[in-house]
């Protein structure tokens, strides 16, 4: 293809077919066809020797954002739990729904949510299941008041039909409940989501809500599927089978289901929280940008994000460390038994300090359903004024906390090597 | 000064203002927006124009015409009454002409200019017929509009979603599929194809065969065209019960007796069978030509009064896997797509950011003859543009002589995908004349160059003479200049029913029909409401007149019950 055609797409040689794509509706605007019929002959023509180019011969590397282009932000890598980058695919004005599961055990990636099988449902569907699915489609029960015996009726038929039309009936419900949230001024309001939520609760479990792939199929533009998801999340209460659900504990014999829909809020709000979580997640050195305190030791981190029960565990564990240690270094025991005891001081140190690391991300996701509840649960469920809530929910610890940690934490962090160091004197001095 | 968009359709049609806040649709005198394209003389000799000329097609069939759109590009003549004939030109001119004088009375300007949509397989006399029929109307018409891609063109611009869809538009007379691409403010058309003799008075034809076998008559020639009107209207009525309901019953006035009958969904749906094998051909046309898999498409968007049946529907579901958008007014949405391509064409500033590119969705070509020298020299096609290329294009090919000392070149032009030269439309001649010389030393580049109202313009120039032809076709079946001046003046003449009588001339009409069908004291009632109303009428005047006129409706809309049970 010569420079010429290259030249009239206003484009460096590429062979990213959106891009090629992009470069000619950008042209065309000025090259319109009832104005400049030569002109957009010969542009159309570059176009399709572009994209034929493209077509023939792919670009080797994943798809990268060109120089000219605008940067796609890319903020399902940094979720992404394996550690090989796999090859993104091709994505146009999708919106990324990052996948997030908490579970640390659990390093490979994520496998998508599968849709819930309906086993009453014949797999092959005839006519007569279309015609049913179009009588549906058009008969939708309301859903903003008294969502009742009309829409469980309506559920129970449509969970009869066979995939492919149950999938439309599915989009088209979601359609329909994500237009009676707005207001009629378009705003998206807790209140009219209220509204919904008898007629949300009756449909999830016939649909396996919140489903992502249900979101994306009813084509809602991307700004609102992600929205849509973040309001079923918040209204439909997590399901404890969900292996993406963590349960917290919330006080003697109450476990708190969380969906990971709250921790993503949380995470979302805390890009340095994002970072560590990251780390920990994938295993990798923490990143750079933490605080020098946190690299030092999980445990502080977690007690800057406000878990004060944790925060006194920890502290308990490293001050009975150190009591072992000073009991061993004082010659209050001889012998063998200073030995034991030196060492026990050590497992304690390292064993509250390896929990707490081990524990950290569900520190965090506790600390992330406290902050989302917070913040989600009130008022208006725009993206925007969400963050900016979240961001007000978590003040940064301040300096004189700071210190106070320091004086408090730093010690017996110092003590188990001291106690390590009097070990090692007792053990030269015994022989 | 404003520029509306019209759709000319086989059985409605509508118009459309493009306003900063989308397409808005002009209601007519009636105060509908539909405006069916029937025509009926008056017994005054006054013509009537949509409803109420509808009305009039059972009780005065020889003087009302309707479907004309059908015969445009055709020598065809309609004639009403006694020695009055029309062509379909000015039938449509008539409705335009009805048209152009809501707008006008709606909007309280003149109109600038109108953009009129037609089906995207009328060929190029089809499209001259159409625009002769705007010039009758002393309507400026510079641009056409493909009624897929104006449906398509409504659709892009009210939901502004992206990816590929595919429209399929069954109107009354005509079904056309076409495929789409939007993206980032383009609407791309990729290919369209389509049958011109397929609609949904196909289907009520249909029904009206089945209600006269369950009769016991025959729908020939042999039956008067009064009861002829009665069947398919009330086939019409069946087909629109059958939408609702899985059986329709009906009662019809048949010679002289009431009969009754019923018609199951089931039945109509077998007998349909040839009908919806007919639509898979241009569906699978339009995939294939654009290169796009069932799989690509991101949705399909029903278009056309026609899609309201249950078996399109569910046609079309189980074609594509999955659910059509069923557009929310497709009656309508191809005028709001002309008033869209009247906002862009006007350069409006809510429309800046939005490109429309158009395909030619059939080939285009001339007859050429290969291997002259041999026994078996047959004339074939050669497609200078071929079919879904995008428009406005200009293509061109050279041909030689074939015989020594050939003195004239025969160009041609003929628009269609078969072979045979004889397969396809002939749309016109060229003769070029060339100097003697041997065979094959003399050629002729023939350039066809296709606008973006569909209008070819075929250029022949000799290359050894630099002699040029340029050509515009008008064949036999259009008009020429001096027959369109007698023929506007002659329609200037004839007088449209005045507008402000329109409504009370439409439920009149309605009452005659009404009166036909019916026998005995319901008879005798609707005459009493037609001299109640005729009384009432003439001594009301303004909110008072509304109020009598709703009255007469609402008891029309009674007796009419009392006839169809669905």
Known sequence: MTDAAWALLDLAPTRDAAAIRRAYARRLKQTRPDDDPEGFQALLAARDRALAEARRDPPDEPAEPGDDAPPVPEPAAAFSPAAAPEPAPEVIAAPVVRDLDPQVEDVTPPEPPSPVVVDVAPLEAGGADWAQAFHLAEHLPPLDRGAGDDLADWLARARRLPHEPRRDLEAALLQALFAAWREPDGRLTARRVAATRPALLLAAPVFGWPREDAVLAASLPPGDAALAVQVMRDVLPPDPDDPATVLVWAGPGTRLPLGSGDARAFLDGHPRALAVYEALRRRAPVPRRVPVLALLAPHLWAIAHRRWGTALAVLSGLWLSFGLSVLATEGEVEGVAAGVVGLLALAVWIGTAGATAWWADRILVGGAARAARRAGRKGVYAPGERAARLRKASVPIGIWNWLLLAWFGAFPLLFPYAGLISLADRLARGR | ?566
């Not at chain 2, 042999?222 to 009861?227: D, F, I, K, M, S």
């Not at chain 2, 064409?345 to 001339?366: N, Q, S, Y």
């Open chain 2, 1 to 566: 000064m404003a520029i509306i968009g019209i759709d000319l359709g086989t059985t409605n049609s509508a118009a459309a203002v493009w306003t900063p806040e989308g397409p808005r649709l002009i209601p007519n005198a009636v105060g509908e927006p539909l405006t069916p394209s029937v025509v009926g003389l008056d017994s005054d000799g006054s013509v009537l124009v949509g409803r109420a000329a509808r009305e009039r097609l059972a009780t005065h069939p020889e003087r009302t015409v309707a479907s004309f759109k059908r015969w445009m590009g055709s020598g065809h003549v309609a004639r009403l009454g006694r020695g009055q004939s029309f062509r379909p030109e000015e039938l449509s001119a008539l409705v335009l002409k009805s048209l152009k004088a809501d707008a006008e009375a709606h909007l309280g300007t003149a109109l600038a200019e109108a953009v009129i949509s037609v089906p995207a397989y009328f060929n190029d006399i089809q499209r001259k017929a159409t625009l002769d029929a705007a010039r009758l109307a002393g309507l400026p018409v510079e641009r056409l509009v493909n009624e897929p891609t104006a449906a398509a063109l409504a659709y892009g611009v009210e939901s502004r979603r992206e990816g590929a869809v595919l429209v399929f538009d069954l109107g009354g007379g005509t079904f056309d599929v076409s495929l789409l691409e939007l993206y980032e403010g383009v609407m791309e058309v990729r290919a369209t194809a389509g049958d011109v003799a397929l609609g949904g008075d196909d289907f009520t034809a249909l029904l009206a065969g089945l209600i006269a076998a369950d009769q016991g008559i025959a729908l020939d020639g042999a039956l008067p065209p009064g009861e002829r009107a009665r069947v398919l209207r009330v086939a019409e009525a069946v087909k629109r019960g059958l939408t609702g309901a899985p059986e329709t019953r009906y009662e019809i006035l048949l010679c002289d007796r009431v009969r009754q009958g019923a018609v199951a969904r089931a039945r109509f749906e077998e007998a349909a069978a040839p009908l919806l094998h007919r639509l898979r051909a241009p569906l699978e046309r339009a995939l294939t030509d654009s290169g796009k898999r069932l799989a690509d498409l991101d949705g399909v968007v029903l278009v056309g009064g026609a899609t309201r049946m249950p078996v399109i529907r569910s046609l079309v579901a189980r074609l594509f896997g999955r659910l059509p958008l069923v557009h929310v007014d497709p009656d309508t949405v191809v005028a709001q797509g002309a008033a869209v391509q009247a906002g862009l064409k006007a350069r409006h500033a809510a429309l800046d950011e939005v490109v429309m590119t158009d395909v030619c969705p059939f080939t285009l070509g001339i007859a050429v003859t290969e291997n002259a020298r041999t026994a078996a020299a047959t004339q074939v096609m050669l497609p200078i543009i071929e079919r879904n290329a995008a428009v406005p294009v200009s293509r061109a090919h050279a041909v030689t002589t074939i015989h020594d000392d050939q003195t004239r070149i025969a160009v041609q032009v003929f628009q269609g995908e078969s072979l045979r030269p004889d397969d396809n439309v002939a749309l016109g001649e060229i003769p070029v004349t060339v100097p003697k010389a041997p065979a094959g030393a003399e050629t002729a580049e023939v350039r066809f160059t296709y606008d973006i109202n569909g209008a070819l313009e075929v250029e022949v120039a000799v290359l050894s003479t630099g002699l040029r032809h340029r050509q515009v076709f008008r064949n036999g079946a259009n008009l020429d200049e001096a027959e369109l001046d007698a023929r506007f003046a002659a329609l200037a003449a004839i007088k449209l029913a005045p507008r402000d009588q329109a409504e009370n001339r439409a439920l009149l009409a309605r009452a005659e029909a009404l009166y036909a069908e019916l026998r005995g004291e319901m008879r005798q009632h609707v005459a009493e409401r037609v001299a109640r109303f005729e009384r009432a009428i003439t001594e009301a005047s303004g909110a008072d007149a509304a109020a009598v006129r709703a009255a007469f409706a609402a008891d029309l809309d009674r007796l009419d019950d009392h006839r169809f049970r669905f």
